[in-house]
T-cell receptor
Framework: EDQVTQSPEALRLQEGESSSLNCSYT??????LFWYRQDPGKGPEFLFTLYSAGEEKEKERLKATLTKKESFLHITAPKPEDSATYLC????????????FGPGTRLSVLP | DTAVSQTPKYLVTQMGNDKSIKCEQN?????MYWYKQDSKKFLKIMFSYNNKELIINETVPNRFSPKSPDKAHLNLHINSLELGDSAVYFC????????????FGNGTRLTVT
C-alpha cells in the first residue's frame, strides 16, 4: 500500500541549531514530492517540489533533497519564525491528480 | 488578492443539520479539491474535481457532496451532520500538469454539537 510517513513527529530546536526533517514514502511511480509549511489556523503553504532522486531545492534557510525512498528538509540556523508544521505530500502516477500527505512534523524554534 | 478563499472560517452547528462550505479560486486552475484535516492534523483527500471528472474517496460518506457551478468554484454540502464530522476542511486547487502544487485556502473549522 502506498504511504507517506514523517519523522520526528515533533522537534524543538534552539535558534541557530540546524537539523533535518524526514519524509519517507512508498509509492509506485513517483510523479512529484512536495513540501508544505502550515501555520496554526492557516492552510498549508507550498515550499518545494522535487521530481527525481538527487534533486535539491533551496529557499532561504530551507533545503529539500530527494532519494528514491525519502526526502529530507534541512533547516540551517533556524529562527523562531520558522516554527510551524512541515508537511510532505506525494503525487504518484496511479493517483491521478491526488496528493497523499504525511502526518507532518511540528517544529518549534526557541529564541 | 486571496488565491483560494473559503467561507465561512468557523461553522458551529447541531447534529442532524445540513450545511455548506463555499470555495472559490482565482488562479485559473482546472482542478479543485476538498481535504479534511482531523484532530491529529492528518490531511486526507475527500474529492478532486475538474471539468471532466469527479473523483470521490470511497471512504467519504455520501452525506458529503461537492457541487461545482463553474470552474472557479467547488462547494461542499454536508447533510445530516454527525459529531464525527467535526474537523477542519480545506479547499485547494491545482493545474493539471506535473509541475503544479496544491494551493490551499485557510480552512473552515466545523464543530458539530
Amino acid at each position: 500500500e502506498d504511504q507517506v510517513t514523517q519523522s520526528p513527529e515533533a522537534l524543538r530546536l534552539q535558534e541557530g541549531e540546524s537539523s533535518s526533517l524526514n519524509c519517507s514514502y512508498t509509492v509506485s511511480g513517483l510523479r512529484g514530492l512536495f513540501w508544505y509549511r502550515q501555520d496554526p489556523g492557516k492552510g498549508p503553504e507550498f515550499l518545494f517540489t522535487l521530481y527525481s532522486a538527487g534533486e535539491e531545492k533551496e529557499k532561504e534557510r530551507l533545503k529539500a533533497t530527494l532519494t528514491k525512498k525519502e526526502s529530507f528538509l534541512h533547516i540551517t540556523a533556524p529562527k523562531p519564525e520558522d516554527s510551524a508544521t512541515y508537511l510532505c505530500a506525494v503525487q504518484a502516477y496511479n493517483y491521478g491528480q491526488n496528493f497523499v500527505f504525511g502526518p507532518g512534523t511540528r517544529l518549534s524554534v526557541l529564541p | 488578492d486571496t488565491a483560494v478563499s473559503q467561507t465561512p472560517k468557523y461553522l458551529v452547528t447541531q447534529m442532524g443539520n445540513d450545511k455548506s462550505i463555499k470555495c472559490e479560486q482565482n488562479l485559473g486552475h482546472d482542478t479543485m479539491y476538498w481535504y479534511k484535516q482531523d484532530s491529529k492534523k492528518f490531511l486526507k483527500i475527500m474529492f478532486s474535481y475538474n471539468n471532466k471528472e469527479l473523483i470521490i474517496n470511497e471512504t467519504v460518506p455520501n452525506r458529503f457532496s461537492p457541487k461545482s457551478p463553474d470552474k472557479a468554484h467547488l462547494n461542499l454540502h454536508i447533510n445530516s451532520l454527525e459529531l464525527g464530522d467535526s474537523a477542519v476542511y480545506f479547499c485547494a486547487s491545482s493545474q493539471e500538469s506535473r509541475n503544479s502544487p496544491l494551493h490551499f485556502g485557510n480552512g473552515t473549522r466545523l464543530t458539530v454539537t
